[in-house]
């Protein structure tokens, strides 16, 4: 059987997934007011896990991730529309946001909006829809 | 500026279209990415390429650039990295359905 | 301000979520269905209400004002069509269980759909010309999963050009609005409007015009640019393309009836002057078409492009009556479009074949269809009292005050063309002798014909109460031909 010699690429995988997942972590939660965002950040996690899967096979990495990425979507989705829908309640006009400050140990003053919310309601999203895809049709052959 | 980017706007649609009148669906579907890039592009180059400050109402800032583009060529790079991912996907049904990726077989008869 | 606007969109957009995490079990996915389409439905209603005795609702969403944010208005018209949007849509969400097998619920078409209607209620109430981009890709998207649902081989194979030559228009559709941009400096439509006048040199800006209606044109099938609709409609489902005959181009011409009576309205002369060819040619061609084929469906297809070609021709009169005539024809062809492709949907059901040599004496087992297809077929032509007459008269009127006489012949022949090309089916099909390939049992067929009964009924009222409609709709061609009322209620200067 044909056993490919991936030794470099496996051992660089299990370095850079993991720096990318909290790049992309980062990005998600710096997204509101500076670089960054729910879109990006998603992609760049699903490419951490398209990483692990071109290593790992898909096998062994849905043994260690056992998420289904079809349901992440309808979550993501779910929460966007959510915080939209909050300011019908409280009368305010659609999709109207806002931030507060908070100050957290150790990090010390924060800034927390709204946005953020929606952005990590848009990273699910992405998240899900790029893996089902791309599992869809890889899983194929 | 401006003029290069147009120009390279213009390289860009000229590429894909090219591509999209290409029989074979792999083509066809790079066709459209290469078109979509196109019209980014010139929705930028329509904002004017400019460097200055964040669009902020304050005192004293003359110079700043036009955040409208740069929030539209978003919402129109993520529409369109849906769709292209969803006409990979049916590219790909497609051909292995109809067991060929050649446009011209894909015609069809009526009454099926 | 005023939230109100927003939930015709919402409302949908959150049930086809909902409607999705219950997506394996379909008889709880049908009552919610059923449930978030008749509330949805109650919604638009009371929104209608509102805007017809209070005026425009405006919801500047995120509290950003006029200019600067996305407004979304809910004009009459807007109100008026997503009220017929959610009719169809509830015709549609009790036809769907009968017409559609149980594995193809289960592939979300419910959420599918709500994503179609979230998005054609987004175009219609939508201000902002980019934000009309994103309307169309959020319906383009369902549309594109719909129309696969299923996944037959000739379903992907014509699907694959639907989803090509729409993406093409997209891009170009993108292309168009960065051109405006460059131009007018906004995308706000009510701001285009009000800067367009003060432009001088208008050379540009109707190249602008023209791209902008060539987009809009492939996606209302308008000659030339019809050649993809007939082919693609009839593959997916019939609920699904009931959804998108009714639906899909109503959204193109809606948008070229609004951007040619609110922008482009300073050369009337030549823009509106090709219309009227462009209508007269989209008649004789789709009718042609029409009467050309002896597949049933592709018969229903053809006919939405003179249905098309009536509205068009109303926007290239540009008076009062004609645009009175085109927005009573575009609610009346919405209608009847669904109501047709029903009730194909159910022929071809009971009949196991779409050929039409290969049916006949369908009438013994199946009278109810039969004269309900009669019905839609006069109510389709314009014979008095039906919807269609007044939609017709109005249009004509309009254009006999322009001494446009060619085309009210070829409009008059071609309604007379559309009757015999439907009333082809009813003779084919159901008199004669019993040939379809399925004689002997005969197939329950109340789910199939209610919601058509239930369509034809509000087809008969528009066209019954004439008397009482036409004052609304006529305020609404009013409100039309005076663009300042829009710019002034959005920009409120």
Sequence with gaps: MYKPNDLIFRTTTSLIAFI??????????????????????????????????????????KKILPINFRLLILIGLLIAVTTGIVSLFIGVPFLSQTFTYVTLPIFGKIELATAMIFDIGVFLTVLGVTITIISTIAEDQ | MEIIISILAGILVATGVYNLLQKQLLRIVIGTVLLSHGAHLFILTMGKLKRGQPPILEEGIVQYTDPLPQALILTSIVISFGITSLLLVLAYRTANENETDNMEQLRGKTNE | MSNLAVL????????????????????????????????????????????????????????????????????????????????????SVFYAPFALTVKKEQHYFYAFYFFLISGV??????????????????????SYALIVLGGEKVQLRESIKYVLINLFSSILFVTAIAFLYGVVGTVNMAQIAERVQEVEQTGILTT???????????????????????????????????????????????????????????????????????????????????????????????????????????????????????????????????????????????????????????IHHYPVLGWLLFVSAFVLAGIPPFSGFIGKLLLLEGALENDKIIIVIIALLTSLLILYSIIKIFVNGFWGEQRHIEPTEKKPLAGFLVPVAFLLSFSILLGVGAEYIYPSIESISTYLLNPELYIDSVLKE
């Excluded at chain 1, 990005?27 to 670089?35: E, F, K, M, R, Y």
């Excluded at chain 3, 009839?234 to 998108?244: E, R």
């Excluded at chain 3, 070229?256 to 040619?281: D, G, M």
Aim: aromatic share 14%; hydrophobic share 60%; net charge neutral.
């Design chain 1, 20 to 61: 990318l997942l909290g790049f992309s972590i980062y990005l998600l939660l710096a997204g509101h007011n500076s670089p960054g965002g729910g879109f990006i950040g998603g992609l760049m996690t699903s490419s951490a896990i398209l990483l692990m899967y071109m290593a790992y096979g898909m096998d062994i990495v």
């Design chain 3, 8 to 91: 015709p969109i919402i409302i949908p957009l959150l049930s086809g979520i909902i409607v999705a995490f219950f997506a394996k079990n379909v008889k709880v996915s049908r009552v919610l269905a059923a449930l978030f389409t008749i509330i949805n439905a109650l919604v638009a209603v009371y929104l209608t209400s509102v805007v017809f005795t209070d005026g425009t609702v405006i919801l500047e969403t995120g509290d950003w004002v006029a200019p600067f944010g996305i407004v979304l208005v809910a004009d009459p018209l807007a109100a008026v069509l997503v009220m017929t949007t959610n009719i169809i849509a509830l015709a």
């Design chain 3, 121 to 142: 209620s987004g175009a219609f109430l939508t201000g902002d010309l980019f934000n009309l981009f994103v309307f169309f890709e959020v319906l383009l998207m369902a």
């Design chain 3, 208 to 362: 602008i015009g023209i791209l902008l209606f060539f987009v809009f044109a492939t996606k209302a099938a308008l000659f030339p640019l019809f050649y993809w609709l007939p082919k693609s409609y009839i593959v997916p489902n019939p609920v699904v393309s009931a959804l998108f005959g009714a639906l899909l181009t109503k959204v193109g011409i809606y948008s070229i009836l609004r951007v040619f009576s609110l922008i482009f309205v300073y050369k009337i002369s030549l823009t509106h002057e090709i219309f009227i060819w462009i209508a007269a040619l989209s008649m004789i061609f789709g009718v042609i078409g029409a009467l050309s084929t002896n597949n049933v469906k592709l018969i229903i297809a053809y006919n939405i492009i003179p249905a098309i070609g009536f509205i068009m021709m109303g926007i290239g009169m540009f008076n009062e009556p004609a645009l009175s005539g085109s927005i009573y024809y575009l609610i009346h062809d919405m209608l009847i479009k669904t109501a047709l492709f029903f009730i194909v949907g159910a022929i071809v059901y009971v009949a196991g074949t779409s050929d039409l040599k290969k049916m006949g004496g369908l």
